[in-house]
């Protein structure tokens, strides 16, 4: 059981570049959401899906964009990249109903630095 | 909005004894729920405890344990018996009745053999 796997797990963009991180996982959860994490500070939401079709935005989702046509899969993509986004992004996954069991299943995450 | 706090950027404790984390949340509801959060070296954070707001008993989990004071909004974690595994940062979070969570800044935790 592979959980949530995300790639690449490094990458460096220059300024204006565009990429997708990946984010597939196996365990049929509903939910999924993307997060970046800036050094000493907390995970900041960035969008977020209850189910495949539906997504929404979260805290910081400015300059990102998500899709999500199945359930196994929710990528993020960057459009023109900016040294803000230079950042580690982690995917991560929730069992299928209510978020309310709290339990996220998280990938490896995802280190973006943008030049 | 709700905020989760952890005053404490860093933490040390030497192999084999107690140490708390403490974590101070902000909200008006009285239902939800409250976490820690495990993110090792590694980097792929896994959930440590979790504890119902409704209920007054502490969760507990091995040699994690909570001490949450409801009315203070307060949610400490005690980690007994420290081990050089547990060295990680630290995340509490809060999460309200279907609702997104909310995480703290982190803890990091360094155990000295």
């Known amino acids: 059981n592979a959980g949530v796997t995300q790639t690449p797990k490094f990458r460096i963009l220059k300024i204006g570049q565009s990429m997708t991180l990946q984010c597939t996982q196996d365990?049929?959860?509903?939910?999924m959401y993307w997060y970046r994490q800036d050094p000493g500070m907390g995970l900041k939401l960035i969008y977020y899906?209850?189910?495949?079709?539906?997504?929404d935005k979260g805290e910081v989702p400015n300059g990102y964009n998500v899709s999500r046509s199945t359930t196994e899969d929710f990528p993020l993509r960057l459009e023109l990249a900016a040294p803000s986004q230079t950042s580690v992004y982690f995917c991560?996954?929730?069992?299928?109903?209510?978020?309310?069991?709290?339990?996220?299943?998280f990938g490896e995450g995802s280190r973006l630095t943008v030049l | 909005a709700q905020t989760v706090t952890q005053s404490q950027p860093e933490m040390s404790v030497q192999e084999a004894e107690t140490v708390t984390l403490s974590c101070t949340y902000d909200?008006?509801?009285?239902?939800?729920?409250l976490f820690w959060y495990k993110q090792p070296p590694s980097r792929q954070m896994i959930l440590v405890i979790r504890?119902?707001?409704?209920?007054?008993q502490n969760a507990t989990e091995n040699r994690f344990s909570v001490n949450f004071q409801k009315a203070a909004k307060s949610f400490s974690l005690k980690i007994s018996d420290s081990q050089l595994g547990d060295a990680a940062m630290y995340f509490c979070?809060?999460?309200?009745?279907?609702?997104?969570?909310?995480f703290g800044t982190g803890t990091r935790l360094t155990i000295i053999p």
């Open positions: 991560a996954s929730s069992k299928p109903g209510t978020t309310n069991t709290g339990e996220l299943f």
């Open positions: 365990m049929n959860h509903n939910y």
């Open positions: 899906s209850v189910g495949a079709g539906i997504t």
């Open positions: 909200t008006s509801e009285s239902d939800y729920y």
């Open positions: 504890q119902e707001a409704y209920k007054q």
């Open positions: 979070a809060y999460e309200l009745t279907n609702e997104k969570l909310t």
